[in-house]
C-alpha cells in the first residue's frame, strides 16, 4: 500500500475519534522492517500513577498483537529512578537488557506543555455565512457579555522512540514520532488515546507489529 496514503488514512481516522494527534513521523531509512524478540516499554513521568497507567495500557496493546513487551516497572527496582543515573550506569543498564533478552526499548515521554485560547464562540461559528450585518452582529453580540467566550486549554506535546539494542548490531535509533494530545477529559482517556495514534504508527512503519494497514484494520 502506498506511504503517503497510509499517512493520509491514519491522519483522518484518528482525528475524527481521538485527542491525540501525530504531527511528526521519522524512520530510520536504512531500516525496512524490524520486530524485536523482547521489548522494554519505558513511560518517563514524575507521577508514578500516570506511569503505571501507560505501562500497563501500551504493554497490553503490543501484547494483543504478538509483541512480548515487558513494563519498566516490572523490571527496574523501585529505587531506579530515586536518583539521575551516570553514563557509566546506563551502559551497565543495556547490557543488563541483552542479558535478559531484551532487544528494543520504547520511550515514551511528555517534552513540554503549551496553554493554549480559542475564541468559543467564534469557533462555534467558523462555518457560518452570514447574509446580513444583522445576522451577523444578532448571532455573535454575546462577545459583549459572555464571560466564557475565551477557553483556555493546553496541549501536551509528547515524544515516543523506538531504540534497537540487539547485541549483534548496532545500538540505534529506528523510529520517532511526536505525537500531541489536545486537553483530555481524564488520565486514562489521554492515555488511550496516546496508545492508539503510537500502536498505528508502528503498524504503519511495520515496526515490531508486522501487519499490513488496512480499512478493515481500522478499529478506533
Same mark, same amino acid.
Given at each position: 500500500?502506498?506511504?503517503?496514503?497510509?499517512?493520509?488514512?491514519?491522519?483522518?481516522?484518528?482525528?475524527?475519534?481521538?485527542?491525540?494527534?501525530?504531527?511528526?513521523?521519522?524512520?530510520?531509512?536504512?531500516?525496512?522492517?524490524?520486530?524485536?524478540?523482547?521489548?522494554?516499554?519505558?513511560?518517563?513521568?514524575?507521577?508514578?500513577?500516570?506511569?503505571?497507567?501507560?505501562?500497563?495500557? /501500551?504493554?497490553? $496493546?503490543? #501484547?494483543?498483537?504478538? +509483541?512480548? @513487551?515487558? &513494563?519498566? !516497572? =516490572?523490571?527496574?527496582?523501585? %529505587? *531506579?529512578?530515586?536518583?539521575?543515573?551516570?553514563?557509566?550506569?546506563?551502559?551497565?543498564?543495556?547490557?543488563?537488557?541483552?542479558?535478559?533478552?531484551?532487544?528494543?526499548?520504547?520511550?515514551?515521554?511528555? /517534552?513540554?506543555? $503549551?496553554? #493554549?485560547?480559542?475564541? +468559543?464562540? @467564534?469557533? &462555534?461559528? !467558523? =462555518?457560518?455565512?452570514?447574509? %446580513? *450585518?444583522?445576522?451577523?452582529?444578532?448571532?455573535?453580540?454575546?462577545?459583549?457579555?459572555?464571560?466564557?467566550?475565551?477557553?483556555?486549554?493546553?496541549?501536551?506535546?509528547?515524544?515516543?522512540?523506538?531504540?534497537?539494542?540487539?547485541?549483534? #548490531?548496532?545500538?540505534?535509533?529506528?523510529?520517532?514520532?511526536?505525537? =500531541?494530545?489536545?486537553?483530555?477529559?481524564?488520565?486514562?482517556?489521554?492515555?488511550?488515546?496516546?496508545?492508539?495514534?503510537?500502536?498505528?504508527?508502528?503498524?504503519?512503519?511495520?515496526?515490531?507489529?508486522?501487519?499490513?494497514?488496512?480499512?478493515?484494520?481500522?478499529?478506533?
Amino acid at each position: 500500500m502506498n506511504k503517503l496514503y497510509i499517512y493520509l488514512l491514519i491522519a483522518i481516522v484518528l482525528n475524527g475519534c481521538t485527542s491525540s494527534e501525530l504531527v511528526e513521523n521519522w524512520k530510520n531509512p536504512d531500516i525496512d522492517t524490524f520486530e524485536a524478540q523482547k521489548v522494554l516499554v519505558i513511560g518517563m513521568s514524575p507521577e508514578e500513577g500516570n506511569r503505571k497507567v501507560f505501562e500497563r495500557k /501500551l504493554t497490553s $496493546e503490543l #501484547k494483543k498483537s504478538g +509483541v512480548n @513487551a515487558v &513494563r519498566s !516497572l =516490572d523490571f527496574f527496582e523501585k %529505587s *531506579f529512578t530515586t536518583s539521575p543515573k551516570t553514563e557509566e550506569e546506563m551502559m551497565a543498564l543495556e547490557s543488563q537488557l541483552i542479558e535478559k533478552g531484551f532487544d528494543a526499548i520504547l520511550l515514551s515521554k511528555v /517534552l513540554r506543555v $503549551e496553554d #493554549k485560547v480559542t475564541v +468559543v464562540k @467564534a469557533y &462555534r461559528n !467558523l =462555518d457560518k455565512t452570514f447574509k %446580513s *450585518f444583522r445576522d451577523d452582529y444578532y448571532e455573535n453580540q454575546e462577545i459583549y457579555h459572555d464571560e466564557d467566550y475565551y477557553e483556555e486549554y493546553q496541549i501536551f506535546h509528547a515524544e515516543s522512540s523506538l531504540y534497537c539494542i540487539c547485541p549483534d #548490531k548496532e545500538r540505534e535509533l529506528i523510529w520517532k514520532g511526536s505525537i =500531541d494530545i489536545t486537553e483530555p477529559e481524564n488520565i486514562k482517556k489521554a492515555v488511550n488515546d496516546y496508545v492508539k495514534v503510537l500502536v498505528w504508527a508502528l503498524k504503519g512503519q511495520q515496526l515490531l507489529i508486522l501487519e499490513e494497514l488496512t480499512d478493515e484494520g481500522i478499529d478506533l
